[in-house]
């Protein structure tokens, strides 16, 4: 099981980005994705998820209307596409999985840490101001 976060870079307050997760090692229409992300001495928090089997989405209200998630099934792939950036989005960025089968079917809220495995090794996001 793997996954490899991309896409982080620098970029101006205002810009975009667009972040991939690439899954593999398993059956990707029976997980959930979900991203998250750490700033220097915060926790890590949950940003968004999807179910990859109905592509239900969940944002945190901080990146509500400015991030949108998706999924390419073909690729195995989960992107972020990250718009109207702000400084305040500086952090390392990481996607993880969870089951999204039987019982967890369709129950896809905020994401927390203790649901989510297979971490991936983040990639750096920086929004200057």
């Known amino acids: 099981v793997q996954l490899v976060e991309s896409g982080g870079g620098l970029v101006q307050a205002g810009g975009s980005l667009r972040l991939s997760c690439a899954a593999s090692?398993?059956?990707?229409?029976?997980?959930?994705i979900g991203w998250f992300r750490q700033a220097p001495g915060k926790e890590r928090e949950g940003v968004s998820a999807?179910?990859?089997?109905?592509?239900?989405?969940y944002y945190a209200d901080s990146v509500k209307g400015r991030f949108t998630i998706s999924s390419d099934n073909a690729k195995n792939t989960v992107y972020l596409q990250m718009n109207a950036l702000k400084p305040e989005d500086t952090a390392v960025y990481y996607c993880?999985?969870?089951?999204?089968?039987?019982?967890?079917?369709?129950?896809?809220?905020?994401?927390?840490?203790?649901?989510?495995?297979?971490w991936g090794q983040g990639t750096q996001v920086t929004v200057s101001s």
């Open positions: 993880a999985r969870r089951p999204y089968t039987g019982s967890y079917y369709g129950t896809l809220g905020a994401p927390r840490m203790q649901d989510y495995g297979y």
């Open positions: 090692g398993f059956i990707f229409d029976d997980y959930a």
């Open positions: 999807i179910g990859i089997s109905n592509r239900r989405t």
